[in-house]
Every structure is written in C-alpha cells, then in structure tokens.
C-alpha cells in the first residue's frame, strides 16, 4: 500500500471497538425488565426467529431468577450470547414490541438477554439441562458456526455422539471471526462454544472437509451428516486493477480485525469498500476505526435499494463513512499498488425479477476517486465447489444446498444441512434456529425403524 | 379566583396541604422551609415522654420499580426534649402567622400529665392539639399510641382530660388497626374533640431479606411489626376516612391523612369529606417541593371543573358511598375493545381466560393477534380494561336501557313477598328474563 493510516494509541483501538451497546447494571436491567408489559402470546416472541419466550425470560430477571432467565432462553437458542449481541433486534424482536404501537422505546430485548446470559457464564455455566442417555448413534457436524454448535448441543442433549470437523483452528465460524468487534469480541463467541462442548461434543479443529478427510469417510464413520459450512470470500470483482497491492476481500479484512492485534492490520489512508451490504457496512466502519482518514462505500444502485439495514447505514454515516450511491467501479487504478478507483455514474431503470431496479451505466461519466485501498464486499460466495462433490446432494442456482424445510434433511438422506450455506447468508439467528430444528430432523431419520440405513 | 384556603374546627390554613406529624415536622427549622415553599399547616412531630430511637428504622417496599410504594416505620415520637420542641414551636408560630401550626402529643395516662403538657402547648400560641392515638409500635407497648387508640373508653377518658383544660382545638388522630374505626371517632365526639384525623399507620412487616432471612428494617438481627404508610395505603386510608365521615354519630371535621402524594389523591380525600390534608410518606421520598404542584394542580383542577372554593366539593362523593344491597343488579356493562388503539399485548385475553369469564377471542390476523369480546358472554368484570396498557383501549359500556333496576335488598324483598325462596333455580329464573346468563 502506498499510504498506510498511521497507528494509533491502544487505548484508542480499545475505544473504537468498544461495546456498542453497554452492559446494563443489574439496577437499569430490573428497571427496564419492569417496564415489560409480559404480553401474552408476544409479538416478540413470534418475530425472533428462533422464538425465545421473550416476556418469560424478561420476567425472569425482574424477579432476579437470573438463571431461570438463562434458561427459558437457552431452550430456544444455543448461541443467545452472539444473538444478543448481533442481531439485528429493530427488524426483529425489538421491532415487534408491542410499545412501537404505544409511540414508546420499544424493550431493550437485546440488551436483557445479554445481561442474563453473561451473568450465566460469569456464575460458570451451572448446569442447566439435563443430557439424555447414550442413544449408541452418532452424527457429524461439519462446521462450527452457530448452524453447527446449534446442531451439536441438541443432538448431544439427546444422547448422539457427536463430533464437530472445523477447518479452522479457532473454532465458532462467522461468531468467532466475523461479527465485528464492536458488537462482540472473539471471547463471547468461544464461551458459546465452550458451553457446547461442555454437553460432550468432541471438536476437531484444523480439519478441512474435502480435503484429507472426505465427506465419504465421514459417512461411513457417522449415522448422519450435518453441513453448516456457511458461505466464502467475497467474489472477484472482474475489474482491471483487482490484482494490485491493497485489494483485499472483505471477509479477510474483517478476520484479521477480528484477531484483535489491531497494531499489526494495515489499513489505507484512504478507503474504498465496494457494494453496500451488512459487511460493507461493517468494513468500512471497522476501516474507519482503524484509523483510515477517508472511507467510502460505492455502489451501483441508490439507498433504496441497499441491502444494509437502516441502523447498520446509520452507524456508518456516524462513522463519517462517505456514500457514492449509483456509482459503478470500472478499474482499479495504480501502479503495483493501488492509487485510485475509476467509477462511472449509473441511473436506475426496470425493476429486475426481484423488484430492485436495474442499474443503467451514464456514459462518459467516468470520474476517479483516489484511494490507497479496496475493500471488495459484493456479497459472499457459496462453497459450490466443496458442495458440488458431495453424492446426491443438489444445489439451487445459487449454489444452496436444498434442503427440506421441516427436516433440514438434503436430498442424500444421511444429510442434512443449515445457516448460510442452505440460505444463501442471513443472520446468526436463522443459523442457530435451523441447526436447532435439523437435529431434531435427525433424531427422527435415526429413529425410523431401519435406523436411518 | 380559586381559594383553596381551609377552617378544620376553626384552624385555618391558605390551602388543605398540611404536613403530617412525622419526621418532615420535627423541628422549626423543617417547619418554616416547608412554609416557606407553601405548605399551609403543620402537626408537629407528636411531642411527650422520653424515647430514644433505634438507629434502622426504616423499610421500603419497592414495586416494579417504583421505589417507596409503601414505607414502613419503627420510629418513636420525638427524640428530642419537650422543652425544644416547645420553644421551637412557638418561634415557627410567631414567624408564620397565616400558617396552621397543630401540635401532635403524648403523654402517659395520667391526668395531671396530660394537664400539664396542654397547657405548655397552648402557651406556645400554636392552633391547635393532635392526639396522638396511632403510633402502632414501641409507644403502645408503654400504653400510648395504638393501645389508646384501640380501646374506644380509653380513647374518650384522655380526650376528656385534654378537652377540659384545651383553649385551643383539639383533634383526635385515629389508628387504622381497628376493626369499626367508627367506636374510637364517636369516643372522641363524646368527650368533646373538636376534629378527627386519620389514618395513622397500619400494623406491618414489610419484609424479609432472602439471603439473611433477617427482617427489614433490621436492628441488629431483630425487627418486628412497624407502621405502614405511603401510595399502597391510599385505598384503606379513603375506606376509613369514609367510614366516619358518614357516621351521623360522629360528624366531626376531618383531616385526612394515608398515601396523600400528589393533588389528585388529595381531591379525592376532600371528596370523601376531609377538610384539611396530611402528608408524611410523599414528603420523605422527595421532600417539601411537592407542594408546588399540589397547590397548582389542584386550583387548575378547580378552575377546569369551575369550582371557586373547597367548600363546594367538600364530601361532594359521600352520598355515594353506599350498600352493596343497594347496587342494582341489572345495570349491565360490557367490554368494548377499540381495534384501533389495541397494541396486541393480548393481556385482556389472558386475564380473561385465566381469571374471569372466558370471553375474549383470539385470532390471528396477519402476523398478530385480534383480541374480541363476545360479548353475549362477558359479564362486564372490567378486569380486562384494568389490564389493559393502552388508555381509554378497552371501555366498559352500558348495555341495558335502565328501564329495569333490581337491587339485591328489592330482589329479596320481592321474592319474600311471593313467597319464594332464595335458591339457585328461583335466582336463575330472574336472571334469564332479564337475559342474564353465566357460564
Ligand atoms: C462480516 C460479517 C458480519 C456479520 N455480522 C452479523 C451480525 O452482526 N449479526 C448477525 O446476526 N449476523 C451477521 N453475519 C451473518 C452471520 O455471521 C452468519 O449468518 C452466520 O454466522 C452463519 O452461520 P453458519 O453456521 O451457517 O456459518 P459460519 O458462521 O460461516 O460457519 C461455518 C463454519 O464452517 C467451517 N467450514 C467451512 N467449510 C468447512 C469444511 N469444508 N470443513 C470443515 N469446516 C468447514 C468454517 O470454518 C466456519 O467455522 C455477518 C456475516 C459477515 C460475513
Ligand atoms: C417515619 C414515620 C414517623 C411517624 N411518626 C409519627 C408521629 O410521631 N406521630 C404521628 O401522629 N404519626 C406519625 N407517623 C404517621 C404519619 O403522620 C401519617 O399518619 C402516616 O405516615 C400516613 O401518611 P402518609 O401515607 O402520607 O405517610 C409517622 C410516619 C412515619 C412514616
Ligand atoms: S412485546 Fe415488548 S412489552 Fe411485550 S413481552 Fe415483548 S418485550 Fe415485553
Ligand atoms: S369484562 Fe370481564 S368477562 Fe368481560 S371480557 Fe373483560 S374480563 Fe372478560
Ligand atoms: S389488553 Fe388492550 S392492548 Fe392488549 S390486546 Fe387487549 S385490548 Fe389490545
């Protein structure tokens, strides 16, 4: 990179990744779980995706039946520490809440589900359910994201044997090295996964699926299979320029933050993130609290259409993050390192087949931004190539794996599958729901009377 | 012009708020700060025999975080000495003339006693006497307090004692840990008092710490029954203070005291027929500066309803109070619920299902629930609109067209009169012509 951002003090890497949204204190915890109604049936409740009993847990903390709290939402979801954290709670529960209809702050659901499950890990993880007898079966998980340890805990909670295969050496997927840090740290997303092997799961890191162990020979260990290998990098942008020093893929750039070694990152004084996603939104801010003077987001279409949630873009204009709406990246310009981008301007025009207009190039408007790197953050790629050599399982056109929508049970029955990788990349919270139900899927394919043979 | 000015048995004050006799009103210093900011009278911190405090004397009763939703007290009378009190008295008295300065006692039942402590008391040139007979703790284990208050011949035979030397007026302030408040109030009627006042605080534990199972307050690992007061003893405060007012035997002038916190709660008081209003507990959790409001509540509240004097709502509700027997039976309400105010919490649904009449429905309607009442079914208990969080969501509407009145003294009479027994069948019968069925 030609011009590097200057490092700064630690304390100030620690206050720009700092929480987001503070812990509450037990006395502002009570108040507010208080001021829940405990609504019947709650609108909450039905908007989370994994349906923790919301007014329950809530009432819980009011009454100071912390570990009670932990509880009624561990039932429904075994990654409510990262959920907490990272979802995106005002399009879902706190979106829900009965007093947005009052013209009132909705409850701070987010914030009291944190504040029980951390008192949980802080009393040390006392147990909490009760582990069935051995079933004499055993399944494998491949992939520790939230889809995984979601799978794994259930299914260990039933009596399986089960082994999670993680191609990483720290475990947690996405939750370990994606959410950013502002939100959460690695740490939490290890307690989760602490807890999970605390239900006797045995995790295998550093093994890479595919590769020296095959999916055959997990078949043929295993009584079923369960995929929740996410999705990958960012694609290429097919673009001149993209092999220049200085354009890097969003999803490495953010796991590097993620290492918390916030010295030894290089980051541009100047910064362009290409696309307009969640993740874009989180490189550019994370770009930006590296020390980065400038960052900018460049995308095709106008706010409108931008796939990143309301609160996520107005947490970047907070950052200072400039927006270069319908502008389209033509080349990558420098020499040997980046040095600048050339964008043309673009109009929208028919709506496509999903209803986002289509944008139109405005030629002759090409104009150049001059930035010392590029972040590309278009979305992210299926693991087709891995999927695609798995017998008997189909992809979509977009390269998920298809998967039936009770079971979670693929089109080779011995697996199933759940979280980006069969939906294309939603949240941790649809991840964690469908490794949840696909155990369940699992334990009735293994309780047919052939055994699932 | 709104005069909230006041005459209790010939004590007046410029409006009804007075400060109770507690420890918002031990000492001249507290006394003119709280008249400064407008208070219109005072009784004293009742005054009398040596005491000497514990140091806890206090438990709170939080509820859903509302802090102080009812206090509770181990505190004495004054723990200062007769001779202060009095000197201090009577510089608050000559400093504020225009204010309503009464002077709570006790003393040990004895005449002379009694004797000598009003006349110091009247010396002072304060307006008025309190008779301390409510103190529920420490004082009544010597004889004081409750123990007076609660044996309606005592009560008359210290008023006497009082009333026969007293210049001034003597009012007579009454426990609530009694079971007919009326026996003590008309005791005191007889023996020539001038004024009731009432409620002092109720008999109580307020709790229990879970970690040291010691009581709160706690002295030292022990604790034990104390004085209820604040919001949560509005409710018996109104009863009690209705309960005299109504009594033909008593009809006295009243100051009315339990739970006052703000200028509404005082209204209703003045409704029910007190005169003047004492607050202790609202003045403890946020200090004398809340009279500022009461003040300007309360004559914005006159000048609204186009009231110019206390006087022409004094007991305005009494006539109200009245027999369950004389309730008419078919004077029929029902749950209506405002679709467009539901915020579809479906607490009505839940409290009617679980806890009255099983009448509201649930359907889901796109993505939430539509709470309906049937309506041939709901028995117009109101829980439901009590639930509910909305205001003005869930409205209780009259549904018959009151051309029919039954009360329960008329229905009895009447099948008394036909010569039919009061049974199940005969009740059912009256009920179904009037199209009344309960499931
Ligand atoms: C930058 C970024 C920020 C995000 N922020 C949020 C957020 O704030 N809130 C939110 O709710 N969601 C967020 N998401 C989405 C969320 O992280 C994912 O939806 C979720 O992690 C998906 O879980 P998963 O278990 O399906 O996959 P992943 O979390 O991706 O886990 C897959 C795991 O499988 C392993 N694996 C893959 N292939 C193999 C193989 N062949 N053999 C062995 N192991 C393999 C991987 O190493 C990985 O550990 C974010 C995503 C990104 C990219
Ligand atoms: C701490 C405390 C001390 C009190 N001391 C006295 C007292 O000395 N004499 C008295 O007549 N009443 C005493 N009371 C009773 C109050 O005067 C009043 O009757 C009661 O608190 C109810 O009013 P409230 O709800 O406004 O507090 C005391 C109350 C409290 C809370
Ligand atoms: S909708 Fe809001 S108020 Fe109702 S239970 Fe959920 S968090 Fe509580
Ligand atoms: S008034 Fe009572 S019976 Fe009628 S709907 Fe409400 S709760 Fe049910
Ligand atoms: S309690 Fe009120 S707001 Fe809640 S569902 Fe019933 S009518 Fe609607």
Redesign the pocket.
Known sequence: MKNIAPKLQSEQYEKNFSDLHPPFTQNSAVTEANRCLYCYDSPCMKACPTHIDISTFIKKISTGNLLGSAKTIYESNWVPLT?AK???VDVLCEGACVYNDKEEKPIQIGRLQRYAIENYFEKGMPALFHKASKIGKSVGV???????LACSAELALMGYEVTI????KI?????TW???PY?MRREDSLKEVKLVKSFGVDLKTE????KTVKVDDLLNKHDALFL????GESPQLSIPGEELSGVVG??DF?EKVKTENWHDIQVGKRVAVIGAG??SI?AATEAKRLGADQVYIIYRRSDVEMSAYEFEYELAKRDGIVFHFLTSPKQIIGKGFVEGIECLKMKLGEPDKWGRRKPIPISGSEFTIPVDMVIKAIG?ET?SS?LSTISKLTLDEEGCVIVDQTTYQTTNPKIFA????ING???????AYDGKRAAHGIDKFLSLPKGGK | MVDLSINCAGIKSPNPFWLASAPPSNSAYQNCKAFEQGWGGTVWKTIGEPVMNVFNRYGGLDYNGQKIFGLNNIELISDRPIEVNLKEIAETKKLWPDRAVVVSLMVESKRETWHEIVKRTIDTGCDGIELNYGCPHGMSERGMGAAVGQVPEYCKMITEWVTEVSTIPVIVKLTPNISNIQLPARAAKAAGANAISLINTINSIIGINLDTFELKPNVGGLGGHGGYAGPAVKPIALHLLSQVAIDPEVNLPISGIGGISNWRDALEFILLGASSVQVCTAVMHYGFRIVNDMIEGMSNWMESKGFTSLDQIRGKSLQRVNDFGNFDLLNRTIARIDQQKCIHCNLCYIACEDAAHQCIDLTPVNGHNKTEVREKDCVGCALCSLVCPVENCISMVRIDDGSASKTWNQLTEEFKRNGKPMTWENLAEFQKKHGIEIH
């Open positions: 959920c990272a979802c995106p491949v992939g520790s994201g939230p889809a995984g295969y993680e191609a990483n475990p947690g997927g996405l939750n994606g959410i950013a939100k093994i890479m699926i595919g929740g290998v996410g999705l969003a999803l953010i969640n993740t989180d992210q693991k891995f759940g979280g980006d990788c990349g939603k949240e941790v919270v649809n991840a």
